[in-house]
């Protein structure tokens, strides 16, 4: 089969097109033939191997030959302890543990696989399990009548929550480039904010910031919020990331705040509420490009040079 494979972090010219054998699942895995996988920030991240823990278990050379974690296909054949899965069933999930997904075959854990619904393509289905679940968790608080910010607002997982977060009944304000200020107020933001120009920190306290790209001190994440708010960081600088576990959240109980990280939990539990509103027609999935397999590299940098407005998908 075709696969995108590295061999060591750096930009997207690392990556080639080569034939590689298909792989065989173990017990508990499905595999599947790859009908869409959608581009995440987190295959940036793997690709250069920048912030440090997207190194996670490959400090010098990739774990993972092949990147893309959030795939969509039909199950190709089955583990001897597959249960919930048959050959030719329809399966999206976020494969984000064995990644994979830059090929044309990829072998998932069962339990990361949820049947596609049949109202979703396969490439409106791949933009949901790791931007969605994100999107959902990180928006779960939001209440009617609340101050929400979300920064990285027009990216996969930023256009969810602005939508999540507006659906809950707050008061929405998206920061993000230039470029996306428009999409962000398409998607239903009330205040958008251009983050090269304004300093979100230095508008108005928030009742709840989620924020996607955290690379500011704890204690302008800490004035940002009003009393009792609090702040959500789901990916960032490792630096930004460690202090926020401990100072921010030292000083956010000093102050009444609460400053903390999002590990957002994986599995269908979390995504396919999701694509039960997008179904329903409350959500909209906005798929900015597809590029077909060869162009991974390409696909890649449109997302990392943050000019993709919400998703991107590739479809081997
Ligand atoms: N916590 C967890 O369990 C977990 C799991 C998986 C992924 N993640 C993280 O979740 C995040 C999700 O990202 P995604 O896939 O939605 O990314 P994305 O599609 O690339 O969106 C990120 C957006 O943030 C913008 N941005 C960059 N720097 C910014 C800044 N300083 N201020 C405001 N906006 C900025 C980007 O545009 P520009 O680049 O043009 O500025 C882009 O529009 C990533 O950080 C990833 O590492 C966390």
Redesign the pocket.
């Known amino acids: 089969m075709r696969a995108v494979v590295y061999d060591r972090y750096g930009p997207p010219d690392v990556l080639r097109v080569e034939e590689v054998p298909v792989p065989a699942p173990s017990a508990a895995q499905v595999l599947v033939e790859v009908a869409a996988t959608s581009v995440?920030?987190?295959d940036?991240?793997g690709l250069r191997g920048i912030p440090m823990y997207a190194r996670f278990g490959g400090l010098r050379t990739p774990a993972r030959r092949v990147l893309g974690s959030d795939i969509a296909g039909r199950v190709a054949s089955v583990g001897s302890g597959v249960t919930r899965f048959r050959v030719g069933d329809e399966v999206y999930g976020d494969n984000?543990g064995l990644m994979g997904g830059f090929a044309e075959y990829a072998v998932a854990p069962e339990s990361a696989l949820a049947h596609k619904p049949s109202e979703l393509t396969f490439a409106e289905a791949s933009t949901l399990p790791?931007?969605g679940s994100?999107a959902f968790q990180g928006t779960a608080r939001a209440r009617r009548g609340q101050r929400v910010l979300i920064?990285?607002a027009?990216?996969?997982?930023?256009s969810f929550a602005i939508q999540l977060a507006k659906l809950s009944g707050a008061h929405v304000t998206g920061?993000?480039?230039a470029g996306?200020l428009d999409f962000m107020q398409k998607l239903g933001a009330d205040e958008v904010v251009d983050?090269r120009s304004q300093d979100f920190t230095r508008l108005e306290p928030y009742d709840l910031v989620l924020d996607?790209?955290a690379?500011r001190s704890v204690f302008a994440y800490r004035r940002a919020l009003t009393r009792g708010g609090r702040y959500l960081c789901?990916?960032?600088t490792v630096r930004t990331l460690l202090r926020v576990m401990t100072v921010g959240a030292a000083l956010g109980l000093l102050t009444r705040r609460r400053l903390g990280?999002?590990?957002?939990r994986q599995g269908p539990a979390h995504f396919e509420p999701v694509a039960e509103r997008c179904i329903a027609g409350d959500l909209r999935i906005h798929i900015d490009r597809a590029f077909p397999l060869n162009e991974v590299p390409q696909a890649l940098a449109y997302?990392?040079?943050?000019?993709?407005l919400g998703k991107v998908v590739v479809t081997p």
Do not use: F, M, P, T
């Open positions: 995440n920030l987190s940036w991240e984000l790791q931007a994100i920064n990285g027009g990216g996969g997982a930023g920061v993000d480039n996306k983050y996607l790209v690379h789901v990916g960032g990280i999002l590990i957002s997302v990392g040079e943050g000019r993709a």
